[in-house]
C-alpha cells in the first residue's frame, strides 16, 4: 500500500437511496416505511419552481415529525447557481438539521463548491450547537463535475459519497439520448462486414468510463461510490442490468426513483449467498496456506494469493454489514 492514508467516510449502508420530492409529502409515510437504506428528499429537479418554497416547510416538518427509524436521511439542495440553495440549507439545516445525516449536492462542479456548502453547514450546525456533523454526498452529473472528480472528492471531511447523475450528466455532455439510464442501441459495433457468417450488433454500456471514473475517484477518497438513477420503472430487468453492472464495477448502491426499485437495489448490491461462500472458502484457504508457510496456492484450478484474501474481505464485509 501506499504511505499515504486513506480515511474511510462512516460505514452507512447505501444498497438503496430512494428519491421522494418535497413536494409530494403524501408519499413520505410510505417512504419512511419503506426497506430503502436512504433517502433523499428532493428540492431540486423533481419539484416545480413554484413549490419549492412549500417543498421545504413539508420536509421540515417530515424530518421533525414523521419517525424515520434507522434510515439514513438526505436533502438534495438545489444547485449552487440558483437562488433557492441558500435558503435550502439555512432553513432545513436550521429547522431539522438534527434528524439530517447527509446533505446531497447536485451539479457539483469544482471544489470551491464544496468549501462553500460546507462553510454555510458549519457556521449553521457551529450556531445552533448540533453534535453531529451532516455529510455531503455529491452528484457528479455536468461535464465539470467529471473533469474536477477528484478535487470534489477530496474537497471536504464531510464528503460521503459520489452519484453518478446519469441524465443531467448526457444533457451536460450533449449525449444522444433522451432516456434516464440504461442503454443505447446506437452505441453499438457491427462485426466486420468481412468476418463472415452474419453481422452481429454489439450493444455497449455508453455510461461506463463515466461510472468508472467515479467509482475510482471515490474509492481513492474513501467514498462510497451510487449509481444514479434508472428512469424506466417499468422494466426491472433493465434496472438490474444496470445496477449489477455498476455493482460489479465497485459501486455499493443504486438510486430508486419509484418504490418498485428498492428491493431491486438491495437484492443486487447485497453480495448473494454463494458469492459469500466463495469469498469464505478463499479466506480458509489462504489462512491454511499462511498456516502451511505458503503465499500462493490453488483452488478448484485457480491461482489465489494475498490480493485474493483482500479482494475476498470486501465481500464478507459487505454480507457482516448487511447482517449487523
Ligand atoms: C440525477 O440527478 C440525474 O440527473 O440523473
Ligand atoms: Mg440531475
Redesign the pocket.
Known sequence: MSFFPIEQAPARLNRSELAVPGSQPQMFEKAAASKADVIFLDL??AVAPDEKAQARKNIIKALNEIDWGRKTMSL?INGLDTHYMYRDVVDVVEQAGERLDLIMI??VGTAADVYAVDMLVTQIEDAKGYKKRIGFEH?I?TALGMQNISEIAAASKRNESL?????????STRARTTI??GVNEKYSVLTDKDAGGDRQIHWGDMWHYALSRMVVAARANGLRPID??FGDFSDPEGYKAAAYRAAVLGCEGK?AIHPSQISLANEVMSPSTAEVERAQKILDAMAKAEAEGKGAVSLDGRLIDYASIRQAEVLVQKARQIAA
Open positions: 431540486e429537479d438534495r447536485p451539479k452528484i452529473e452519484h453518478f447523475g446519469v441524465a443531467d450528466y448526457a444533457a434516464i439510464g444514479g438513477p438510486w
